[in-house]
């Protein structure tokens, strides 16, 4: 059941990082749907397993984030996670001070310009690799703190289920130098993506609209690979 979840926890990244709505499918199962509403300075993403998946492991989580429209930096984020017997919600809000306001008080100092998992793949979907490659971003985490970048490896092909998309492939890093106040919660999403063994790889198109057309990632030594299949409009 554990290996199951961190399984289930990777794929969620792949359907976070498109801005329709998909169908993925695991294994030749149907996993998971996932919705994005997104504008200049929002996003919505709403998850939910499917099929044997569900049965299995029921999950319907719903991230919002608010940003800076110039540089894309967090302003506020919201969580409600249901997966399994589980029940989860979070929420953070920046100050005029520069601290991110959470639950009970909690308050964490962050610099400007910093980003979390959300804002950062708001960058990777709207930013091109000059912009991009190899530059540190500072990053939060649900109270940890650290940093973040992208790094471009090659250039290629990948198949959208409707077509052959030219893409920039990126190694996605994340570094936590500061999990003293982490707010640790029952999502397993969030509590793994951030792990120092969890590889993450992502294909984004080089034509607008630009989009995440495959994320693999590897979490605990386990090998995760989503294809997206783009069957509900461009």
């Given at each position: 059941m554990e290996t199951l979840k961190l399984i289930l926890s990777g794929f969620f990244i792949s359907g976070l990082l498109l801005s329709q709505q998909y169908s993925i499918s695991i294994f030749g199962f149907h996993a998971a749907d996932v919705n994005l509403v997104r504008d200049s300075t929002s996003t919505e993403f709403k998850t939910n397993n499917r099929g044997l998946f569900d049965l299995i492991w029921p999950t319907s989580n719903m991230y919002r984030t608010s940003f800076d429209h110039?540089?894309?930096?967090?302003?506020?984020?919201?969580?409600?996670?249901?997966?399994?017997?589980?029940?989860?919600?979070?929420?953070?809000?920046?100050?005029?001070?520069g601290y991110i306001e959470y639950k009970d008080n909690k308050a964490i100092k962050i610099k400007n310009g910093t980003h979390t998992i959300f804002t950062m793949l708001e960058l990777v979907n709207t930013r091109d690799k000059e912009y991009l490659d190899t530059k540190w971003f500072s990053y939060e985490h649900e109270g940890s703190l650290g940093r973040a970048r992208f790094?471009?490896?090659d250039s290629s092909n990948q198949w959208t289920g409707q077509d052959s998309v030219f893409c920039d492939h990126y190694r996605f890093d994340i570094e936590i130098n500061d999990s003293t106040q982490y707010i640790r919660t029952n999502d397993y999403f969030m509590n793994n993506i951030i792990s120092p063994s969890?590889?993450?790889?992502?294909?984004?198109s080089k034509t607008d609209p630009k989009r995440i057309i495959l994320a693999k990632i590897s979490i605990k030594s386990i090998p995760v690979?989503?294809?997206?299949?783009i069957d509900k409009g461009t």
């Open positions: 110039t540089d894309l930096s967090v302003k506020n984020w919201s969580k409600t996670v249901k997966q399994g017997p589980y029940e989860t919600t979070l929420s953070g809000t920046l100050n005029t001070d790094i471009w490896a969890c590889i993450r790889e992502l294909w984004i690979l989503a294809r997206i299949q």
